[in-house]
């Protein structure tokens, strides 16, 4: 596997490209409108990575160059979960790097376990995809394999990783209705998790 299908850069940050495999089928998704992002051509992987690839990849770079580390390719970080946490336990013993996950917040049912407490630690920011503030619009809009628990299921997800994780925040595209992106915002504010409106970029 090429290092150039696991890493790739956007902006100053370097991201991570653990899975392409994800519970949800969201509409807008950039993966369905371009096979590569920033750096990379192409983001479709011919399998998971290991740690050691990720590893070996991460070797490969001048780690010093970027601002922080980005779990975020094709596909959901939590499906690759024991990957995702022993690459960060060995960015915090080689790197003093800042380490982030861009996630849809379903990693408890990916896992069928409470995942946050594994975050404390190794993890300085998380990231979730807050897609609608409508529990039925987010069925439609997101299509999880988890049904109708699934908007839930991520809402708890957020409030959970507070207690572990240091910066947690929501994100919304701005596809959605500007009512809806309000909505979103008096949400956030009520769980007390900041909210940030992402240009969608195609």
Not at 66 to 91: D, I, K, N
Not at 130 to 158: I, V, W
């Amino acid at each position: 596997m090429k290092a150039e299908e696991i890493l790739y850069e956007y902006g100053d940050q370097l991201y991570v490209n653990l899975t392409n495999r994800c519970p949800c089928r969201c509409d807008f998704c950039i993966r369905g409108k371009t096979d590569g992002l920033g750096t990379a051509d192409s983001l479709w992987l011919d399998h998971d990575p290991s740690a050691q690839e990720v590893i070996a990849a991460l070797e490969g770079r001048e780690l010093a160059r970027y601002q922080e580390v980005v779990f975020c390719g094709y596909g959901e970080p939590f499906c690759a979960l024991e990957v995702l946490l022993e690459v960060c336990r060995w960015l915090r013993e080689h790197t003093r790097l800042r380490t982030r996950i861009n996630t849809n917040g379903l990693g408890d049912l990916i896992q069928g376990s409470h995942t946050p407490p594994l975050l404390e630690g190794l993890v300085d920011a998380v990231s979730i995809s807050l897609n609608t503030s409508d529990p039925d619009y987010y069925l439609r809009l997101c299509h999880p394999s988890f049904g109708e628990k699934a908007y839930g299921a991520m809402l708890q997800f957020a409030q959970d990783c507070k207690k572990y994780v240091p910066e947690v925040k929501f994100s919304v595209v701005d596809v959605i209705p500007k009512e809806d992106i309000e909505g979103c915002r008096r949400l956030s504010q009520k769980l007390g998790v900041p909210l940030r409106v992402r240009h969608y970029v195609s």
